[in-house]
């Protein structure tokens, strides 16, 4: 279920006054560990003869040194200094790393007093301090006490992952499951995290970068482990229902929520103009169209008018032959997307979800998909996350060569693309790619709501269009009677590729289309349309209310059938830069009627694509057993002494 919560100022001066107690949490302090267990660091490889254990930091008298001697068996401050060996310097990153773990600490022990003061715990330890707390109450006051102690460690956790988030670099480093997560207060609950995090450190962080990385997955595992830990806890809906916002950091604390940063990704990928794609008219014109929709996206409402008013494509499916286009397709649309959050000062974020996610270790693949799909719709962001070769990568259930790590790839697909807390804000899309699309799993397939049929140059036209584009300029080879690209004419082409779909194309949805209509006459009304659509049903058993929904949701793209003006792009105050209402009421002007043509394209379009996954899949699965058969026949001749 999706809330707007109201945020409260979280004031500097409730943070600083919270500053000396994380400074002295970070100079020192002793802590004997429960359930976690000190692990002694690895030691870094060096040249013979000299030290391999890296060293705390002198406390001999100096100017450098001696201000930062503390007593405490968890020195963090010590222990952060000490990453770089022997220099008597601290470095910028390191300095920064301290800085964010000791306002992450203030952040999390203002938050937890400010949990306190809405919720019982307040009145309660003042009745404790008084020791006048009632009998009756105590059950409550220990119950709030641990509820006070996951508060703390998960803003601990989220304030320091997103302080440390610019900085990080391309390194990864796993730390494990957090174990010291202790709920007796939230005081004792610091102690506890801090101590492990110190561990970590000792164990992973032999430099600067390692040091880095080695605290924000501690971060993260903590998030993780607490929002665990809270699912069945008591007392924090006090917590849940509130959000504090410090402007400082532009940090917002929204329940169990993970807090990101609104930053781009660095794009290396090489863009493709959309006349460098060749053929694919509808999969390029919607592709276009759909980079544009995303920019209406309104940052202070978070909703795009675009997913109110209907059309807006929140996953697509790309399917062809391999070699028709789809990198290409993938390329030219990220491009796109790139260059109007350019102009606008807009922050693009663009990710592909590839098979390296997929991960032996169990519930780890299912990890990486999930941090992909929050990563894409951050709603502080413009987001593009595409799926290449997903029947690799997403398991088809029932199959046994789908290993456990592509099963939960899909579990997590299928519930955040169509799921009962997916909420369509319309500042991202998902586009799945693949040349074997009937090998994705069925339910998973019908969660594209879109479907582009990316099957690459088809007319004499386009193949002298796409043989001159690849040709370049090296060479003096006349062009001869053709006009170049005018085939690839966007509004020309597309229409007549839309017109080619009033007939359906595979042969067993025409036997069907030719079947109703010989018995009901032209599919002219709304009565007609369901009966067809029946017919498909009774044809194909997986053409569901999905499907229909997946048509009816195409059939609303087609009345937006309209791109909004480049100037729009060029000049983000003409429309970017307007207000929701006045952007939605733009585009209602915009909007064209429904007519039976459209529903009939959209529904042939649709159920095309789903006759021609059957087809192929069947066809596969015919051929494996004519080989199988092939194989027996074999094996018993040679069995029997015949030839061999």
């Known amino acids: 279920m999706s809330q707007t919560l109201d945020k409260m100022e979280l004031r500097e001066e409730d943070i600083a006054k919270h500053l000396g107690v994380a400074q002295a949490l970070i100079e020192g302090f002793d802590h004997a560990p429960r359930i976690g267990k000190t692990v002694e660091p690895v030691a870094a490889e060096r040249s013979a003869g000299l030290g391999t254990r890296r060293r705390f930091r002198s406390t001999t008298p100096g100017l450098v040194t001696q201000r930062r001697v503390a007593s405490g068996a968890v020195q963090l401050l ?77 803003v601990l956790g989220n304030a320091i992952a997103y302080l440390l988030s610019p900085h990080l670099g391309e390194m990864s480093v796993e730390v494990g499951d957090v174990e010291e997560v202790l709920t007796d207060n939230g005081q004792t609950a610091l102690h506890g995290a801090l101590w492990e995090l110190d561990n970590d450190i000792a164990t992973h962080a032999t430099d600067d970068l390692r040091l880095v990385a080695t605290v924000s997955a501690f971060a993260e595992a903590l998030m993780e482990k607490v929002a665990l830990r809270a699912a069945s806890a008591p007392r924090l809906e006090a917590f849940r229902t509130a959000a504090w916002h410090v402007a400082a950091d532009d940090f917002t604390v929204q329940g169990f929520t993970p807090a990101a940063k609104a930053k781009s990704t660095t794009l290396t990928m090489t863009f493709k103009k959309p006349n460098e794609v060749v053929g694919n008219h509808i999969a390029k014109y919607q592709s276009m169209k759909l980079a544009k ?50 102009n606008a000062d807009y922050p693009f974020r663009y990710q592909n979800l590839s098979t390296d996610n997929i991960d032996s270790y169990q519930g780890k693949s299912g990890q990486n998909a999930k941090a992909f799909i929050n990563n894409i719709i951050d709603p502080s962001v413009i987001g593009f996350g595409t ?8 398991g088809k259930r029932g199959d046994r060569q789908s290993s456990a790590g592509q099963l939960e790839i899909t579990a997590v697909l299928m519930e955040s ?44 036209d386009d193949y002298v269009d796409i043989l001159y584009l690849l040709m370049g300029k090296n060479h003096d080879i006349p062009l001869g009677d053709h006009t170049v690209f005018e085939a690839q004419a966007i509004k020309k082409a597309v229409a007549a590729s839309f017109a080619g779909h009033l007939k359906p194309h595979e042969a067993g ?26 017919a498909i049903q009774e044809a194909d058993p997986r053409f569901t209310g999905r499907a ?8 609303k793209v087609r009345a937006m059938d309209f791109e909004l003006p480049d100037e729009w792009m060029e000049q983000p105050d003409l429309f970017l830069f307007k207000d929701y209402d006045t952007k939605k009421a733009m585009i209602e002007d915009m909007r064209q009627p429904i007519t039976v043509d459209m529903v009939v394209q959209e529904i042939n379009r649709y159920a095309d694509s789903e006759f021609r996954y059957a087809d192929k899949s069947d066809e596969v699965a015919i051929e494996g057993m004519v080989r199988d058969m092939g194989r027996s026949v074999e094996a018993k001749k040679r069995y029997l002494g015949g030839e061999v």
């Open 78 to 154: 010590a222990r952060v200094e000490s990453v770089d060996g022997d220099d008597a310097l601290m470095s910028p990153l390191q300095a920064t790393v301290l800085h964010a773990v000791r306002r992450a600490i203030a952040i999390s022990l203002a938050v937890a007093e400010n949990f306190a003061g809405q919720s019982a715990l307040g009145d309660l330890k003042r009745a404790n301090l008084e020791g006048a707390l009632p009998a009756a109450r105590k059950t409550e006051f220990g119950e709030l006490l641990a509820a006070e102690a996951l508060v703390t460690l998960y």
């Open 293 to 342: 929709m995303l920019m209406a996206y309104d940052f202070d409402r978070r909703l795009n008018p675009f997913a109110e008013l209907g059309g807006f494509i929140f996953t697509f499916m790309g399917d062809g032959a391999p070699g028709t286009g789809k990198t290409t397709l993938i390329q030219m649309m990220a491009g796109l997307i790139s260059e109007y959050c350019n």
């Open 387 to 394: 799926i290449d070769d997903i029947d690799q990568l997403a």
């Open 417 to 460: 693309f169509a799921g009962a807390n997916t909420v369509v804000r319309g500042n991202c899309t998902f586009g799945m790619f693949s040349n074997y699309p009937e090998n994705v799993d069925d339910a998973l397939r019908q969660r594209a709501g879109a479907r582009f049929l990316v099957d690459g140059p088809q007319t004499r």
């Open 509 to 534: 949805l025409l036997s069907v289309y030719e079947d109703v209509q010989a018995k009901i006459g032209a599919l002219d009304t709304i009565n007609k349309l369901g009966t067809y659509l029946k």
């Open 548 to 555: 229909i929904k997946n048509i009816t949701d195409a059939v």
